[in-house]
């Protein structure tokens, strides 16, 4: 999805969205919306952004800097015991990951799991479910100048430049109603 400025997103009639200016290497800022469903009059979503480098040595022992710039948005539901634990550890899951740099995409996954499993200790003792809370969990994972991600959920990541005139939708929704995500839901049975 392409939208031409900000002032033509459908999704205008939202709270004003919470902002940072603050450069995270070559970002200019942040931004994220979340608001209260039409059933509750409190929200459960809980938003992380970190930033940090890493040195590294090429084959010729020259050496290269990482900056890496990432953004999680967790959508709660049920509760926010989820979407806090999300918050507080899926941040330390993913940079911690001793593969990041050389395979990103599986040091993604491998965070999803691990917090998945420890999620699961929490909520789950001596076989009774304790919580039943859960989330959505949207990332912007940047190395350097290259983009990933992930989206697990209703959430949205959205890409923007030159002061918001141009914008990209990089995630797709992952909604029952959705063409396509009916078709895998339905090829699972």
């Known amino acids: 999805m392409t939208v ?15 902002f940072s200016k603050k450069a995270f290497y070559n970002i200019s800022g942040y931004a ?12 459960e979503d809980m938003v992380q952004a970190k930033e940090e480098k890493r040195q590294l040595k090429l084959k010729n022992n020259e050496p290269f ?20 634990f999300l918050k507080e550890n899926m941040h330390k899951y993913l ?3 001793n593969i990041l740099l050389k395979n990103p995409m599986e040091a993604i996954r491998e965070a999803f799991k691990k917090a998945e499993n420890e999620f699961y200790k929490i909520a789950v003792k001596n076989g009774k479910l304790e ?21 697990l959920g209703d959430s949205r990541a959205l ?17 029952p ?13």
Do not use: M, W
């Open 4 to 18: 031409n400025s900000l002032a033509n997103l459908p999704y205008n009639e939202y709270p004003q969205a919470e």
């Open 32 to 43: 994220y919306n979340s608001y209260n469903g039409a059933i509750k009059s409190y929200n």
């Open 65 to 84: 800097t990482v900056h890496i710039s990432y953004f999680g948005v967790f959508d709660g539901h049920g509760g926010d015991k989820c979407s806090k």
């Open 95 to 97: 940079l911690e990951s």
């Open 131 to 151: 919580d039943k809370s859960g989330s959505c969990a949207v990332i912007s994972l940047i190395l350097n100048d290259i983009l990933f991600s992930i989206n």
């Open 159 to 175: 890409y923007s430049r030159d002061a918001g005139k141009e914008l990209r939708q990089i995630t797709r929704d992952h909604k």
């Open 177 to 189: 109603n959705d063409e396509k995500e009916k078709a895998r839901i339905e090829s699972k049975g």
